[in-house]
């Protein structure tokens, strides 16, 4: 018997929008025979391009590794079988992502299971214990045409502009 790490993780939406708040939920489960016998440690590095904003735990703790930088690491204490633990991690794209694709891989280590055991590199890791999202990123691109209601005006003469405003962008 022993416990079986399973880390999931979706993003808010199908595709984030420059400037407008989002968020990644990764939730670790213990879909083991066992409790876990250590914590998990959950860690997530958020995409250059996206502004970390915040980060909670329902369990345990989280916080930046180094404050203003991008990596977020979380303790969960034990986990029973078939118990859960879910963490949000808010973000707002900037300028610089619009058009990109965001790829955020996870991992969840420790907790006594024996394939995702501390210290694994990244790449050793089942996909249960790394999962990666791919986010697009997108932004409006507004256009703005203004037409006159005549070819000349004329001093006494009412006459109109039509604008028009149009979104270009993805």
Do not use: W
């Not at 808010?12 to 879909?31: D, E, I, W």
């Not at 999962?131 to 507004?142: C, E, F, G, R």
């Amino acid at each position: 018997t022993a416990p079986q790490l399973v880390l999931t993780k979706t993003a808010s939406a199908a595709a984030f929008t420059v400037g407008q708040a989002a968020s990644y939920t990764l939730t670790v489960a213990n879909n083991g025979t066992a409790a876990t016998t250590a914590n998990t440690v959950v860690t997530d590095v958020v995409p250059a391009g996206l502004r970390l904003d915040a980060v909670a735990s329902t369990l345990g703790t989280c916080q930046a590794v180094v404050p203003g930088e991008q990596t977020v690491s979380c303790t969960v204490p034990g986990l029973a079988t078939g118990a859960s633990a879910s963490i949000t991690i808010t973000v707002t794209p900037l300028a610089a992502a619009d058009g990109l694709t965001m790829v955020n891989q996870a991992t969840a280590t420790g907790g006594g299971d024996p394939l995702c055991a501390a210290g694994s590199a990244t790449a050793s890791l089942p996909a249960r214990c790394a999962p990666s999202i791919n986010t697009p990123v997108n932004a409006p691109h507004l256009k703005l045409e203004k037409t006159a209601g005549m070819a000349e005006f004329s001093v006494g003469v009412a006459s109109s502009y039509e604008l028009k405003l149009t979104n270009v962008g993805t």
